[in-house]
C-alpha cells in the first residue's frame, strides 16, 4: 500500500475532482445506478463515507451504543435512508437513523445530515456541532465551504463530493486517504484548494 | 564400436569416473535449477499476490463509491512493473470494472472473476484477488504476469550449469586420467607379465609388488603360482628325462624281441623246411630201398623153394632167415615211407564207402592166427544197423591193423577185444572202435609218448617185441587225416584200450545214394554180432 500511494500520489493529486461517473458505467454495464433514485445513491455514499472516517476515541461511546445518523430536513430522504441503513453497522455500532428538528441537538448525531438549502441556516447547524465529533454532510457545494465536513456536488448527472479538511480536522475526524483520493479538497485556511 | 568390456583398463577407469562425475554433476545441477525454479514461482507467486492485496487496498474506495476513473488510475499505476501485462477489476457483482492493458499485447481478460489464487498459464502467472473492505467482499483485482524474467533465470542457470559441467568434465578428465593410473599401471603391469610369460614360457619371471592392496594380493597370488609352475616345470623336466630313458630302454628291448622272434620264425621256417627236405628225402630213399630189397627177398625164396625140391636142409633155414630180415626190412621201409609221406603232406586218400562189419570180418580174419601165437582169445563185437563209413579203406585198415598186432604182441594168454559202435558227441555222428587187451598196459608217465614216432615204451621193448615204433604215429596221423583221432587209457599190468574215432560224413545216414559195397563175402549180418577167433 504504502509504495503504491507514494507512488501514486503526485499523479492522483490532479484527480481530487474524481466523481461518481454514470454516464461511463452506463457505457460499459448495463446502467444499475440510474435505477436507482438520487436518495438511494446518496444514501450509500452516506454509508460508505462512514467506512472512510475515524472517529475519535471515544465519540461512538460504548460497544453495543448505537450510533445515530441524524437528519435535517429534507424529507425525502430521511425514509430511504433508513431502510438503506437498517441492520447496518458503523464500526460495530448499530445504527440509528433519526430525523431532527430546531429543539434537538445535532451534537448527539456521529452522522449528520443537513437537508437545508439556506447558507444562514447552514452556518448556524454547522456552528451548533462546532468541535464535536460529528460527520455533518450537505448537499449543497457551499456547504462545505461553509464550515461542513463533507458535501454531495452534482456534475451533470453525476454525483461527486467536496471535502473540508479544516472542518474534519476541527470535528476531530480524520479522513482516509483513499477517500480524499476521490474527493475535491477545501481548505479554509489558508483559503487554498490543492487541486 | 567396440563393447565395453573390450575397452582397455585404463579407458575403462576413465569413462567410469567421467560418468560417474558427469552424471552426479548433472543431477546436482538439475536439483539445483528445479529448486531454483520451484523457490523462484514461489516468489514470484508472492510478490504477485502482494502486490494484488496492494491494489485491492487501493480499489476499495474506488469500488466502494463506483469510481472507474480511480480505479483506472489505480490499475495504471502497474505499468512501473515490467511483467505485468495485465490487470483489472470486478464489482462485486462479477462486471469489468477497471483495466490496464500494457499496450501492444492482446486483449485476453477473462470475462468473469475466476475463484481467489494464482495459477500459471501460457507461461504466464494469473491471479485473482478479492477485494474485502470492511467484512464486505465489494470486488475482485486480477493480475496477469509474464514468466520472462523466471525464463531468462532458468537460461541463465542451464547456461552456467553447462560451463560448469563442461569445465568439471574437463577437470575430472584431467584428474581421472592422472589417477587411474593408479590402479591401471600395476594391472597392466601385470597383464605384460603374464602375456610375457605365455610367450617366452620362462617361468622364472616374477612381477614387482607396489602396495597392499587386491592387486599387491593378485600379484603375490601369481607370484606364488609362477612357483609352482616353475618348481612343476623343474619335476616335468625330471620325469620326462626318465620317461624318455624308459622309452628308450623300452624301444631297444622291443627291438630286441623283435629280432628274436624274427630269429626264431627264421629258425622254425628253416626247421619246417628241412623237415619237409628230409621227409621228402626219405620218401625217395625208401622208394629206392624197396626195389632191390624187393629182389632180394624174392630171389631168396625162389632159392628156399628150389634147395627145398633138393632136399637141402642147410640152405633152406638160411635162405628162410634171409626172407624174414628182408621182409622186416620191408616193413620197415614201407612205415618210413608212410611216416615220411605224412610228414611232407603228399599223403593222398582214396575216399570210399565201406561197411564197418565188413571192415571187421577182414580184419579179426587176418589178425586170428598172430592172436593165437601168444594163446590169446579174439573177440569181436558189431553194433547192429550201422551205416556206412566213408574212409580210405586201405589207410584205415593199417590203422586197425596196426592197434590189432599192439594188442596181440603186447598181451601173453589173454583176451584181445575189438567193439564197433555209433556214438555221438556234441550232436556229431561218429564211429568208434575200441581195441581192448589185457596186457602188460602202459605206464601213466609214458603215454605222451606213444604217438610220437620212432618211440616205443621203452628202448627194451624194441629189442623184446620187435617192430619200427612207427605204427602208432602212422595211424594217428592217418585217422587224423580222415577227420578223427586214436584215444587211449590203460593201466599198468591190467591191458589198454585204444579206440579210433572216425566221424560220419553228413550225409552219412542216407543208404540208398551210397555205391554198393562190393565186397567177395556178403557181410556177416544179424544176430551174430559177437564172434570168437
Redesign the interface.
Known amino acids: 500500500?504504502g509504495?503504491?500511494?507514494a507512488?501514486?500520489a503526485g499523479?492522483?493529486a490532479p484527480?481530487c475532482m474524481?466523481?461518481?461517473?454514470l454516464a461511463?458505467?452506463a457505457a460499459?454495464?448495463p446502467p444499475?445506478?440510474a435505477e436507482h433514485s438520487e436518495y438511494e445513491i446518496e444514501s450509500a455514499?452516506l454509508y460508505?463515507f462512514t467506512?472512510?472516517v475515524d472517529w475519535p476515541g471515544s465519540a461512538l461511546g460504548a460497544g453495543g451504543v448505537p450510533v445515530v445518523v441524524g437528519v435535517w430536513g429534507d424529507d425525502g430522504l430521511f425514509p430511504v435512508l433508513a431502510v438503506a441503513l437498517r441492520n447496518k453497522t458503523v464500526y460495530g455500532h448499530p445504527v440509528v437513523v433519526r430525523r431532527l428538528d430546531s429543539s434537538a441537538d445535532p451534537r448527539s448525531c456521529a452522522v449528520l445530515f443537513v437537508g437545508a438549502s439556506d447558507r444562514k441556516e447552514i452556518a448556524r447547524i454547522v456552528q451548533s456541532v462546532r468541535g464535536s465529533p460529528v460527520l455533518t454532510i450537505g448537499e449543497l457545494v457551499q456547504f462545505s465551504r461553509l464550515g461542513g465536513v463533507l458535501a454531495f456536488i452534482r456534475d451533470g448527472n453525476r454525483i461527486r463530493f467536496e471535502i473540508n479538511l479544516d472542518a474534519a480536522d476541527r470535528a476531530g475526524l480524520q479522513v482516509?486517504s483513499?477517500?480524499l483520493?476521490?474527493a475535491a479538497v477545501w481548505r479554509d485556511n489558508p483559503p487554498q484548494t490543492r487541486n | 564400436m567396440r563393447p565395453f568390456r573390450d575397452i582397455s583398463i585404463k579407458r575403462k577407469l576413465i569413462g567410469i569416473s567421467m560418468v560417474t562425475s558427469t552424471v552426479a554433476l548433472m543431477l546436482a545441477c538439475f536439483t539445483f535449477l528445479a529448486y531454483e525454479l520451484v523457490t523462484y514461482r514461489t516468489t514470484v507467486t508472492h510478490q504477485l499476490k502482494t502486490l494484488a492485496q496492494i491494489v485491492a487496498e487501493s480499489s476499495t474506495a474506488a469500488l466502494a463509491f463506483d469510481d472507474r476513473r480511480s480505479a483506472n488510475e489505480t490499475l495504471a499505476a502497474l505499468r512501473a512493473e515490467p511483467h505485468l501485462v495485465a490487470a483489472c477489476n470486478y464489482t462485486k457483482h462479477a462486471r469489468l470494472f477497471a483495466v490496464f492493458q500494457r499496450s501492444g499485447l492482446p486483449k485476453d481478460l477473462p470475462r468473469l472473476p475466476g475463484p481467489q489464487g494464482a495459477r500459471i498459464q501460457d507461461g504466464h502467472l494469473a491471479l485473482f484477488q478479492r477485494v474485502v473492505f470492511d467484512g464486505d467482499w465489494i470486488g475482485t483485482v486480477y493480475l496477469k504476469r509474464d514468466l520472462q524474467d523466471m525464463d531468462a533465470r532458468l537460461e541463465r542457470y542451464a547456461g552456467i550449469a553447462l560451463v560448469v559441467l563442461l569445465i568439471s568434465s574437463l577437470v575430472a578428465l584431467l584428474l581421472s586420467s592422472m589417477l587411474q593410473r593408479v590402479i591401471s599401471e600395476p594391472t597392466l603391469r601385470l597383464a605384460e607379465m603374464a602375456s610375457r610369460v605365455s610367450t617366452e614360457r620362462d617361468y622364472s619371471l616374477r612381477a614387482a609388488k607396489r602396495g597392499n592392496d587386491e592387486i599387491g594380493v593378485l600379484v603375490d597370488s601369481f607370484n606364488e603360482m609362477m612357483g609352482q609352475i616353475q618348481a612343476r616345470t623343474l619335476d616335468l623336466h625330471v620325469v620326462q628325462g626318465a620317461l624318455e630313458r624308459h622309452v628308450g630302454e623300452l624301444c631297444e628291448e622291443n627291438a630286441r624281441r623283435q629280432r628274436a622272434q624274427e630269429e626264431a620264425l627264421a629258425a622254425k621256417q628253416a626247421a619246417e623246411e628241412s623237415n619237409r627236405v628230409k621227409s621228402a628225402f626219405l620218401a625217395n630213399m625208401s622208394h629206392e630201398l624197396r626195389t632191390p630189397l624187393n629182389a632180394i627177398i624174392g630171389y631168396s625164396e625162389m632159392l628156399r623153394e628150389e634147395a627145398e625140391e633138393h632136399h637141402e636142409a642147410r640152405p633152406v633155414v638160411d635162405l628162410a632167415r634171409i626172407t624174414a630180415a628182408g621182409k622186416h626190412l620191408l616193413s620197415l621201409i614201407n612205415d618210413v615211407l608212410d611216416l615220411s609221406k605224412v610228414e611232407a603232406g603228399k599223403t593222398e586218400l582214396v575216399w570210399e564207402y565201406a561197411s564197418p562189419a565188413q571192415i571187421l570180418e577182414d580184419a579179426a580174419g587176418a589178425m586170428a592166427l598172430l592172436a593165437r601165437t601168444n594163446g590169446n582169445q579174439l573177440i569181436v563185437h558189431c553194433a547192429p544197423s550201422l551205416p556206412a563209413m566213408y574212409v580210405d579203406v586201405v589207410k584205415f585198415r593199417q590203422s586197425l591193423d596196426n592197434l590189432l598186432s599192439n594188442a596181440c604182441k603186447f598181451t601173453k594168454n589173454g583176451t584181445i577185444g575189438v567193439e564197433v559202435v555209433p556214438v555221438s558227441v556234441d550232436g556229431a555222428e561218429a564211429i568208434e572202435w575200441r581195441v581192448s587187451d589185457t596186457g602188460i598196459g602202459i605206464a601213466p608217465d609214458q603215454m605222451h609218448k606213444l604217438f610220437q614216432p620212432f618211440s616205443q615204451v621203452d628202448a627194451s621193448t624194441t629189442r623184446k617185441y620187435g617192430g619200427t615204433g612207427l605204427g602208432l604215429a602212422i595211424s594217428q596221423r592217418f585217422c587224423g587225416l580222415m577227420g578223427g583221432a586214436i584215444t587211449v587209457s590203460s593201466e599198468a599190468g591190467k591191458g589198454s584200450t585204444f579206440t579210433i574215432r572216425l566221424p560220419l560224413r553228413q550225409d552219412g545216414g542216407l543208404l540208398a545214394e551210397r555205391p554198393p559195397l562190393s565186397r567177395s563175402r556178403p557181410p556177416p549180418t544179424g544176430r551174430h554180432r559177437t564172434r570168437f577167433w
Open positions: 500500500m509504495i503504491l500511494a507512488r501514486g499523479r492522483l484527480l474524481a466523481g461518481i461517473s461511463a458505467q460499459l454495464e444499475l445506478a455514499m460508505n467506512k472512510f482516509s483513499k477517500l483520493r476521490l
